[in-house]
């Protein structure tokens, strides 16, 4: 499998190229069998896929085996998987299969709204830094929501990703068979013009 | 200023990570069961918990559990007083001598199981653990990890989750 970019090439900083070692070295020596190396992947890996289960609809105890079961699905793949790019892909694929089985097993409740930005708290407490993050957070939170869903699914999992740079493909391989699904380069775009719209004087 | 793509998406992270945050011990319960995993063990289903009953003078509590696998039956008996920690004894069905482990998240206790497969853990302390019945001296838990399990692998049970009792 080749990695190709797309003109979404982000700039390359030292430590990145560095970051982007130690998770080839991981995945290498998680294949061999090094528990330390394997649980560094967990470490990585495990909030994005919280994010890709919880996208799906699925409850959080739901959502929390779907994730434990596409890692113990992991075990008995990895060595067929040589790069952290392969990994992101395989996981996220893993784990929205694993979530749309639970839902269509169907004895588990109605699926709860993916929509989670919709309950988000106002912080309204004290410090003038909380109220600025605050501020911050409910611009981004309006101009996210008038982004199309699959929109909205690729950037909070892409966000999650511990490497930009793997998004792109990972993502795509995670979305529906047959549809070119968005990329994350228009989805930002359509996010930052949003942002330009509602924000008014930023 | 117009954000670019990587700040961009650290806000939609920290948005997220507010709105809807992964609970914080998913990772740690991910890392145990891999450790476990790789004792290439059988897990013992839990089949009976026997009423609590009320020590001499009402502070302390015992419960026996019973767990069945395909090769032992693990019996244990949880007592638990004022202190910090609880006391299990537990059996082993057939009888054995082997090596049985209590495994919580970032610690371990040891003790040998007798000839009549009886075995006591004095002070655990309270919080989540697994029971662990390792294979007879000398046959290692298989670590080529491939399922084929050998005539005698360790076994685990499921979480217990060892409480304060409310001592008024």
Same mark, same amino acid.
């Given at each position: 499998m080749t990695m190709t970019d797309e &003109?979404?090439?982000?700039?390359?900083e030292p430590s990145e190229d560095q970051h982007r070692a130690r998770m080839a070295r991981m995945v290498n020596e998680a294949r061999s069998g090094h528990a330390e190396a394997f649980n560094g992947l967990v470490t990585e890996f495990t909030p994005m896929l919280w994010q890709v289960a919880r996208a799906t609809g699925l409850g959080r105890a739901d959502a929390e085996d779907v994730v434990q079961t596409a890692w113990l699905n992991l075990l008995s793949h990895l060595d067929t998987i040589h790069t952290p790019a392969a990994l992101t892909a395989w996981l996220v694929t893993t784990t929205k299969r694993e979530a749309w089985r639970v839902r269509k097993a &169907?004895?588990?409740q109605t699926p709860e709204d993916p929509e989670v930005l919709i309950l988000i708290p106002d912080h309204?407490? &004290?410090?003038e830094e909380r109220v600025i993050l605050a501020d911050e957070h409910q611009q981004l939170r309006k101009a996210f929501l008038t982004l199309e869903p699959r929109c909205r699914e690729l950037l909070r999992i892409v966000a999650f990703v511990?490497?930009?740079?793997?998004s792109e493909m990972a993502i795509r391989l995670g979305m529906a068979r047959g549809s070119v699904g968005p990329t994350r380069g228009r989805c930002l775009e359509k996010l930052r013009a949003a942002l330009g719209e509602g924000g008014g004087e930023k | 200023m117009i954000p670019d793509d990587a700040s961009l998406l650290a806000t939609v992270r920290e948005l997220f990570a507010v709105a809807d945050p992964m609970p914080a011990d998913l990772t740690e319960r991910i890392r145990f069961m891999f450790a476990l995993r790789q004792l290439n063990a059988e897990v013992a289903r839990l089949v009976r918990v026997d009423e609590v009953r009320q020590g001499a003078r009402g502070t302390e509590e015992s419960r026996t559990i019973t767990f069945d696998s395909d090769s032992l039956t693990i019996m244990i008996r949880i007592d638990s007083g004022a202190g910090e920690s609880v006391r299990v004894d537990g059996w082993l069905a057939p009888p054995q001598s082997r090596r049985v482990e209590m495994r919580m998240t970032d610690a371990s206790l040891d003790v040998m199981a007798d000839g009549s497969g009886r075995f006591v853990f004095h002070d655990v302390p309270r919080g989540t653990t697994r029971v662990i019945v390792h294979p007879?001296? /000398? @046959?290692?838990?298989?670590?080529? /990890?491939? /399922?084929? @399990? /050998?005539?005698a692998v360790a076994v685990i049970t499921p979480a217990l989750i060892l409480l304060s009792i409310a001592v008024s």
């Open positions: &003109g979404v090439l982000p700039v390359a &169907g004895h588990r309204a407490d &004290g410090s511990p490497r930009p740079d793997y | 007879p001296d /000398g @046959s290692p838990a298989d670590a080529t /990890g491939d /399922g084929k @399990s /050998g005539p």
